[in-house]
């Protein structure tokens, strides 16, 4: 049994939480989410908690409920704080800037890539090395920062790319003579 699907999830105030057959919605001040929930998976709503629990004693059962109330948990969190990924740029002559609605970066190839921005998602630029993303829905906010990330991940030779804040890049040695 998962520790983690057995705790109920609490919806806070300002928030409301409708479960209609295997849909979960949460509706907020930044926004609206909703998750469909497996089949496996029983979902209530009753006084302010969200309850998930296994239909059947399975073992497909026993492992998706615990996803499923981490998922309701990051509905919560999402509509009432929202959710933020940091990108920092290292190299020389690379650089992001905001272009009307687009991101513009230039990491050493011969154009500059343009990123468009998807809808639900919000890209700012405090530094030209840094790249803020945030939104509602963690998985696009995580989806959007791998995309950036992804033109020019970070080398191990001298560390240029994009990466993660916080990121450890595993340095290598050069070549020897």
Not at 13 to 36: E, H, I, N, R, Y
């Amino acid at each position: 049994m998962s520790r983690i699907g057995k705790k109920p999830v609490t919806v806070p105030s300002g928030v409301t939480a409708t479960v209609d057959g295997q849909t979960v919605k949460m509706k907020g001040p930044k926004g609206q989410l909703q998750f469909l929930v497996h089949d496996d998976v029983e979902v209530k709503f009753e006084n302010g908690q969200v309850k998930v629990a296994p239909r059947a004693e399975t073992k497909r059962a026993r492992s998706l409920y615990g996803t499923a109330r981490a998922q309701i948990a990051n509905l919560v969190e999402g509509v009432t704080k929202g959710f933020e990924k940091k990108l920092e740029i290292t190299g020389v002559g690379y650089r992001a800037a905001m272009q009307g609605k687009n991101l513009q970066l230039a990491l050493g190839y011969s154009h500059d890539v343009v990123y468009q921005i998807p809808e639900g998602i919000t890209i700012a630029v405090p530094k030209p090395t840094e790249i803020t993303i945030t939104g509602i829905d963690p998985q696009r906010v995580g989806q959007v920062a791998a995309e950036i990330r992804a033109y020019r991940p970070p080398e191990p030779y001298k560390g240029k790319g994009v990466k993660y804040a916080g990121e450890f890049i595993f340095r290598k040695e050069g070549k020897k003579k």
